[in-house]
Each structure stands twice: as C-alpha cells, then as structure tokens.
C-alpha cells in the first residue's frame, strides 16, 4: 500500500434522510422544530437562487464568514457546477441562503449565511430545514453538514452545537498531507487550549460566550 502522506482525524455529522419527513423532524431537537414552525409562520420561502441572485446573497456570505474568523473564497470558485444556492426570503427580500454540494446519493453543506438583523425569524433553522427536505425529495440518502470541529471551543463550540441539534451522527475519518507542519498544527490547535485559544485570535474569531441558541 503507498504512502498517503502524515495522517490526522476529521469529522462531520452525517443525517440519514431515507428516513420519513415526520421521523426527520422528531429527531431535531424540540427547539428546531418551534423554529422550523416560527418561520413558516412568517412566510419565508426557500427558492434556488438566479444568477443575479448569488451576487446579492454573497456580501452576506462573506461578512457572517469574516466575523466567525474565517476567509471567504470567491464566488467564482463558489459557483461550480453541482453547487446549488438556495435563498430564504420575505416578500422577495434575501434574508439568507445555503449553499450545498449536489452529488448522487448526497448533499454536502457548504457555506450557510444570513442576515443577523433577521434571526428572530429564525433563518438558518429554515436554510437547514428545507436543504434536508430537498435532499430526501429528490432521492439521496444522506446529508453532510459539512464539518464538526474536534475539541472545539469558543464561536466553534456553537456551530458544533447547532449542526447536533439536527439528528444526525458524528462522524470521524482519517484526513492526508505531504506536509507535516499542517498536520502537526492542526493537531496542535485541537489538543491545546492555548494553541486552539491563539489561533483563534488569530483568526479574528469571537470570543466564547453563553448564545441563545433558540
């Protein structure tokens, strides 16, 4: 067997949606589902994005990713072929979208962003929602929610908290690199408080505090 390089452990959470829709929704948390209700009840609707579309959804994208620390890629790299971007809107304003990658038996999360002036609305619970609906309606078995931070902490901690809301199971692999500086630094930002506490400033994430997650 070759070499694949230094080895490290990844995770995500893995959503079975053969399961019935009824199923689907008992398995989210009691909260999601009270939010899933409040933004049906306010009228939000869920549509793919047009092209022009994808332009106005993207200063959005990228400011929610710049406050969580994290580098936006371009909308060019964004837009390949089998990435789809779905909108949450109201009376035809853009209040949030998801992207996801579309493959044959499954739906991975890409990137999620909405409007912060709007999340009594409760947005992102309605992105997350209607994605796994559209992903059971037509035919896949699975959907990726695109990442589970090991050992997480701070702004980290809540996204990790959020996507476990859903139903779904963790899942760990192995991840391979040719460079073991990136390996032992990813191992090292994991396993230290201190390291995970100075790349996080590096990375200009905020600070951990009690949220209202809903």
């Known amino acids: ?16 949606v053969t399961k019935s829709e009824e199923e689907l929704l008992k398995n989210a948390e009691r909260s999601r589902r009270k939010n899933i209700n ?25 400011k929610v990713w710049r406050e969580g620390g994290n580098s936006p890629v371009s909308l060019e790299e964004m837009r390949k072929p089998n990435y789809k ?23 991975t999360f890409m990137a999620y962003a909405a409007l912060i002036e709007y999340q009594d609305l409760r947005v992102n619970d309605f992105l997350y929602w209607n994605s796994i609906l559209y992903a059971k309606n037509t035919g896949k078995k699975y959907v990726d929610l695109g990442g589970w931070q090991i050992n997480a902490s701070g702004h980290l901690a809540g996204v990790n908290r959020f996507k476990e809301m859903w139903g779904g199971k963790i899942k760990k692999d192995y991840i391979y690199s040719y460079n073991p500086f990136y390996v032992l630094g990813r191992k090292a930002i994991r396993n230290s408080k201190f390291m995970r506490w100075i790349w996080d400033r590096i990375k200009g994430r905020p600070l951990q505090k009690k949220k209202n997650l809903g």
């Not at 933004?39 to 959005?60: C, H, M, Q, V």
Request: with cysteine; net charge neutral; hydrophobic share 40%.
């Open 85 to 107: 971007l779905y909108l949450a809107k109201k009376n035809g304003k853009i209040l949030g979208g998801g992207v996801f990658k579309d493959e044959s038996d499954k739906i």
């Open 38 to 62: 409040k933004a049906k009840n306010e009228g939000l609707s869920f549509t793919e994005a047009f092209d022009s579309e994808w332009r106005e959804w993207y200063p959005i994208y990228c």
């Open 1 to 16: 067997m070759s070499w694949k390089g230094f080895k490290d452990i990844w995770a995500t959470i893995i959503i079975d």
